[in-house]
């Protein structure tokens, strides 16, 4: 073997070990509740704190008020870890969801639930994602309507 090739076998399985990696997903699902009733169409947002690992995840509720969180890559679920969860429910002004392809700012929906849900700065839910599946459950108000 030439010395070349003598080389290029270690670089290739260290570049293989690299693809693959990442830290392990835990599946995350819950339901968000208005009250005593479910909340359909909220978008459910896990932000990674501390040491968490990852990016995080988002999901939306279904009309039972239940999601499944996706993460940024697309993976079912989040690494293990501390979040900050946000939940945000956009509506239009005749109680319809807004366009999918109009921006959110040329969008004439509007946030129905309180800062302290949807503000990412504001907020005070809180997740513990632990190694096993997780189910994290949530209750919001909605906003007072001007």
């Known amino acids: 073997m030439s010395r070349r090739g003598s080389l290029a076998l270690p670089l290739l399985l260290v570049l293989l070990a690299g693809c693959g990696g990442g830290p392990t ?6 339901t ?5 009733r479910p909340l359909a169409h909220a ?36 690494p293990p870890g501390e979040y ?15 366009e999918p392809n109009v921006p959110p700012i040329e969008s004439d929906a509007t946030e ?9 700065d504001l907020t005070r839910l809180q997740a513990t994602v632990a190694k096993d599946a997780a189910t994290h ?4 108000e909605l906003a007072p309507r001007p």
Do not use: M
């Not at 939940?87 to 109680?95: E, F």
């Open 84 to 98: 900050k969860v946000t939940i945000s429910l956009r509506l239009r002004p005749d109680g319809s969801l807004p």
């Open 112 to 120: 129905r639930l309180l800062p302290q849900y949807w503000d990412r």
């Open 43 to 78: 978008v459910v947002n896990f932000i990674p704190v501390g040491e968490s690992e990852g990016q995080g995840g988002h999901g939306s509720t279904d009309a039972e008020g239940r999601y499944v969180l996706t993460g940024t890559r697309g993976e079912n679920g989040i």
């Open 32 to 36: 968000v509740r208005l009250k005593d």
């Open 137 to 140: 459950d949530f209750l919001v």
């Open 25 to 30: 997903v835990v599946p995350v699902t819950g």
